[in-house]
């Protein structure tokens, strides 16, 4: 089914990784809930739920403009929000303003994996395309073989991105001969 995760927990999707990693997964989330902050998981978390596990080293979550307090130019976290769990980094990460309509849709619609939301693969792969780079390909890559990917869906998303962005998903389809 699209936008649905392979394996039942946490746990299970992640079994070779530390298990303070997953700790801190939600540890994280239970942070984001007790203050209100919409949150889903990204990064290479949010790909290993996916079907695609990689070892990273921190914790990526989305999060609403709600984590932050902004006092004249400074803007700084609320009290409270995580930095790190376990010994384990835990970075919030707010939409830039040309993706912000994209972003918070992509919070709107995340999907619930053993209670904690994750990213829906299509706004994963619309966040790792338009950040470019070897490693962000190589995980869009994995995702379009892992996944059902909705192609369709993606393309949408990324209108209106760079177009080197868009086209860089189109060289990945073709190569992988996905329609």
Same mark, same amino acid.
């Given at each position: 089914?699209?936008?649905?995760?392979?394996?039942?927990?946490?746990?299970?999707?992640?079994?070779?990784?530390?298990?303070?990693?997953?700790?801190?997964?939600?540890?994280?989330?239970?942070?984001?809930?007790?203050?209100?902050?919409?949150?889903?998981?990204?990064?290479?978390?949010?790909?290993?739920?996916?079907?695609?596990?990689?070892?990273?080293?921190?914790?990526?979550?989305?999060?609403?403009?709600?984590?932050?307090? +902004?006092?004249?130019? /400074?803007?700084?976290?609320?009290? &409270?929000?995580?930095? $790190?769990? =376990?010994?384990?980094?835990? !970075?919030?990460?707010?939409?830039?303003?040309?993706?912000?309509?994209?972003?918070?849709?992509?919070?709107?619609?995340?999907?619930?994996?053993?209670?904690?939301?994750?990213?829906?693969?299509?706004?994963?792969?619309?966040?790792?395309?338009?950040?470019?780079?070897?490693?962000?390909?190589?995980?869009?890559?994995?995702?379009?073989?892992?996944?059902?990917?909705?192609?369709?869906? +993606?393309?949408?998303? /990324?209108?209106?991105?760079?177009? &080197?962005?868009?086209? $860089?998903? =189109?060289?990945?389809?073709? !190569?992988?001969?996905?329609?």
């Amino acid at each position: 089914m699209k936008g649905r995760a392979s394996a039942s927990t946490l746990a299970d999707a992640f079994e070779l990784l530390h298990p303070r990693v997953v700790r801190a997964i939600r540890a994280a989330h239970e942070a984001y809930e007790r203050l209100g902050i919409r949150h889903a998981l990204i990064g290479a978390l949010a790909v290993g739920v996916h079907g695609h596990v990689r070892a990273t080293t921190d914790v990526d979550y989305l999060v609403g403009s709600e984590a932050f307090e +902004t006092t004249g130019t /400074l803007v700084s976290f609320r009290a &409270g929000v995580p930095v $790190a769990s =376990e010994g384990v980094p835990v !970075d919030s990460i707010l939409a830039p303003e040309p993706f912000a309509r994209v972003l918070d849709e992509a919070l709107a619609q995340a999907i619930e994996f053993d209670g904690v939301p994750v990213v829906r693969a299509e706004h994963l792969v619309f966040m790792k395309m338009v950040a470019g780079g070897r490693q962000h390909l190589a995980d869009v890559e994995a995702l379009l073989r892992s996944t059902q990917l909705d192609v369709a869906r +993606t393309r949408l998303l /990324l209108e209106g991105t760079s177009p &080197g962005a868009r086209a $860089a998903f =189109e060289r990945l389809v073709a !190569d992988l001969s996905i329609s």
